[in-house]
């Protein structure tokens, strides 16, 4: 065996299982043992019969006395046993599980695991889990992993094919990490570790097993993200494409802003302005909540750029923004003689081909659109910046495309907060600059839970607020995947129910993706121009609408979002200067979710969100998996600071006397194979 080997090549098993375990990603015996247990539970201790108590789950060792199965009134089936030690005696049932009879025979020694519970006036210990005695234990009488299940798979099944496998394939992983390291940082050794998650000696061994595989976890993630840091360094290096910034036309670009420039965005338009002076391409992430102000500092840097005659691109992932973009970036460009052209989807061809014309020659200076203008036929003539707004909206292909225009700058934008060790960890390969404070003057917006019994109060309200003040609403329909068919029905249907019955006094509309081009924006400028009061969307218009009037925010369903994406909607109201409001209607009852929501009402800043958000759920939850570009991580903790900066020290002395890791070919190796879903 090795660890490449099929995994129906190492365990018995049907091809129903098989295809179960497909569905979990288990396709190798070392998918097998990467699947590590969510939990675990001790049931180590074992006790004598007459030291049981009544409701504590303990273990204990024996022999049956008899075993019979016997069918109830019901006509169910019911195991009844008998099992005793030198202690005492316990009567014991299995609820439809027949089968037992010909595994468990009298005279067998076992172990027994589960609850005692007087029925009947006798003690009696119902469902347990059993196992003969062996040499090693599996599923009782020892620290028992819990994995996840799937319809199909029992965390019992998945413990017995990975305990098959575990041996064997262990023999087959060889330490990758050089000694100095795993010494420095106290770190188990790598066959121990595997050993240990799945079948631990005691609960210290999972803290060490853990901690270790965690911390390969994250370094694998960081060094990855440098190697391809470094990667993009040596191959553009001296590429020359350092623009030449001129900070007296920069001062007077800002000067001539309708506001000042909060501190933030100070210090991000330096850190970029600094990195497009030098001579390998700047590639650095802007992060800052919606509304901030980042817009404004893209547009400088484009400035920049394009007063030292190169050409910037700026990329959108939706059409509504792109046209926004187009035109905030013309109102704040085109009075410096800079010309501007928009690209997207619904651009004619005769029109395409003219830009194409543009910007080949070099007549156009900013080309604004969506993913549409990132074609491999679009040639610039010296594009020198590229702003890309969302990025992990856009794959790595169309990061190709634009590197293949020489290597420009590369600003992306995102107002998905990551906490900065985090952002560090998983976008090594980028630069950081945070926008962390809003430009004076902005509201928070004011947000309630509002549960089904008080709908009825919370539509009279807003209905008020409309009427009486002229203020508009967006409504918000729980859908997750964009692609979803429903997404155009769910949206429908809400607009038939708040046109009809609730609002039939308003007007009412709705817009969502598979709409055209033509009519979305249609409704939007009627939006705009206040002659929708109401708007029905889904997520698809996410983030960076700017319609000042709207003050009211209604999310339906608003459990089944995360924090990240809450807050982003709600960046869709608070814009101008009246007081906004945003009502979260759930159904939900559960503790966990009503504190998450609750959060909302409290806290303001996406960076701090993210963090409440990460340490309640986990990272794959709190981004939606698809959306982030943020990693799964299966073991080390996002918020675990400590271990994350350990990861760094030991990242930097790994790389530092050998950049390109070749010193450890192990470990590069082990990197090599490691697949996270960081890069789409
Ligand atoms: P983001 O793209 O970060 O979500 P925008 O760039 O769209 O945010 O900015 C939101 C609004 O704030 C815009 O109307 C913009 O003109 C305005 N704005 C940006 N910076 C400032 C500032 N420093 N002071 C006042 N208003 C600002
Ligand atoms: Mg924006």
Known sequence: MNLDSPIKKVIRTTGRHLRLLEKLNIKTAGDLINYFPRSYSDSSEVIELAYAKINQLSTFKGRISSITNIRTKTGKILTKAVFSDKSGMIEVVWFNQPFITRILKEGSVIFLSG??????????????SYEQVKPEQLHTARIIPIYHETEGLS??????????????????????????IIRKYNLMPIKQAYKEIHFPQNEFTIDSARKRLGFDELLFIHIKSLLSKQKTISRTINTSRAINVNYDEIKRFIAGLAFMLTKAQKISTAQILRDMQKDFPMSRLMQGDVGCGKTVVAAIAAFAAIKDKWQ??????????????NKTLRKLLEPHRIVCELLTGSTSAKERRKISQGLTNGDIHLIIGTHALIQPNIKFRHLGLAVIDEQHKFGVRQREILNSHGYPHVLNLSATPI?????????????????????????????????????ADAYNWIRKQI????EQAFVICPLIDESDKLELKAVEK??????????????????????????????????KANRINILVSTSVIEVGIDIPNATIMIIEGAERFGLAQLHQFRGRIGRGESQSYCFLFTNTWSEQGIRRLHSLTRFHSGFKLAEIDLSMRGPGEFFGVKQSGIPDLKLASLTDSHLIAQVHEAAKELMAANPDLNNFPKLKNRIGQFSDITRN
Do not use: C
């Open 115 to 128: 609850k005692p519970k007087i029925i009947n006036h006798r003690l009696t210990l119902s469902n347990p």
């Open 155 to 180: 965390s019992k099944w998945l413990r017995e094919k990975i305990a098959a496998v575990l041996e064997p394939a262990i023999q087959e992983i060889e330490e990758y990490l050089p000694e100095t």
């Open 312 to 325: 910037a691109v700026f990329m959108a992932p939706t059409e509504i923004l792109a046209n926004q973009h």
């Open 419 to 455: 906490p900065r060790t985090l952002a560090l960890t998983i976008y090594g390969d980028q630069d950081l600059s945070i926008i962390d404070e809003m430009p004076p003057g902005r509201k928070q917006i004011i947000t309630r839970i509002v549960p089904e019994s008080k709908r």
């Open 467 to 470: 009427q009486q003040r002229n």
């Open 494 to 527: 809400e607009y038939e129910r708040l046109t009809n019955v609730v609002f039939p006094d308003l007007s009412v509309s709705f817009v969502h993706g598979r709409l055209s081009q033509e009519n979305k924006d249609k409704i939007m400028d009627d939006f």
